[in-house]
């Protein structure tokens, strides 16, 4: 930014403006294509959103946030390598956070995220019904101490939050819009004795196995993720979709064609042209 002739006063907030919108940039164009697919997010850039379409300031909605964007639970593995040649590190107690971060846990983001060059970075778990066993047993470092041990478990904390803020059920959002529900085969709880319709939660990690296998949200999860994502962005005063659509990354990349997280987070030099 010096060498762009930025003065030392503007440096600082100009710094965050670049990394905010770069940031803002791998969100649409990485983040969301991998999330939700690349059809749905090119379609959903075009044509805006369908349904959340909310005036003056954005408030996250409670399908998003107590539902749809839960769907991370799911992909969590049970273990971790952050470092090349380290040992698979546990959720918990290694990887739980809350205390400052020694030299063996400062991550290598290259075997988290594809890098050109480099070998394949770990994949996540699948979308699908089930969650990595530690996130069914939180420590009490997450919970706090709790009355109810059923509470250590994140999927009975998942389905508790849809019961509290009454969040409709999967099959009812997709009637909404306009999405054929899973059949009661698909989603698998009959066998559970469970009889109703199916709680929100659950039902998008179910549509992104059955529909998707386990690659993407299905179509009323992605619905959800991609117009909130973009709805929050189109609604930010300082986002570079309102201040100005047309800007590009300005970082270097090592797909020109596409700068992504990865560009954000493994440092690399680019190459020196001519
Ligand atoms: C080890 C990884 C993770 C742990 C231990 C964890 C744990 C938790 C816990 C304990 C809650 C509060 C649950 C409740 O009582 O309602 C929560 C909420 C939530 N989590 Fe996670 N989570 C993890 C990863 C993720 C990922 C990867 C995503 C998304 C991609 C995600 C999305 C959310 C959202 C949207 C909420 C609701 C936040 C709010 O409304 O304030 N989480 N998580």
């Known amino acids: 930014l010096r060498e762009d002739g930025v003065s030392e006063a503007d440096l600082v907030a100009e710094a965050r403006r670049a990394l905010t919108w770069h940031y803002q940039w791998a969100v649409l164009f990485d983040f969301l294509p991998a999330t939700i697919g690349e059809e749905r997010t090119r379609k959903l850039l075009q ?3 369908r349904f959340f379409q909310p005036d003056g300031t954005v408030s996250i909605p409670f399908e998003f946030a107590d539902a749809a964007y839960r769907f991370g639970h ?9 470092q090349r040649g380290g040992a698979d590190l546990t959720l918990f107690p290694d990887l739980i956070g809350f205390r400052p971060v ?3 846990r400062v991550i290598d983001w290259s075997l988290l995220f594809d890098v050109a060059g480099e070998p394949a970075a770990a994949r996540s778990r699948p979308i699908d019904g089930c969650l990595a066993e530690p996130l069914l047993k939180l420590p009490v470092d997450i919970t706090g101490e709790l009355d109810d041990q059923d509470f250590q478990s994140l999927a ?9 803020t009454g969040l409709p059920s999967g099959e009812a959002v997709a009637r909404l819009v306009g999405e054929e529900p899973l059949l009661r085969d698909e ?3 009959s066998e559970f004795g469970w009889s109703g319709e199916t709680p929100l939660w659950y039902y998008l990690l179910k549509e992104a196995e059955v529909r998707e296998g386990g690659e993407r949200l ?5 619905l959800i993720v991609g117009e909130v994502l973009l709805a929050i962005l189109d609604g930010d005063p300082e986002s570079f979709r309102s201040v100005d659509r047309s800007w590009r990354p300005t970082l270097p990349s090592r797909d020109p064609d596409r700068f992504g997280l990865a560009d954000l987070l493994v440092p690399f030099e680019p190459p020196i042209d001519g």
């Open 74 to 82: 799911s992909q969590m593995r049970g273990a971790y390598r952050v």
């Open 47 to 49: 044509d805006g959103p």
């Open 218 to 222: 299905g179509p009323v999860g992605s």
């Open 156 to 164: 009975v904390r998942d389905l508790q939050r849809g019961v509290a």
């Open 187 to 189: 989603v698998g709880l």
């Open 102 to 104: 020694t030299s063996d």
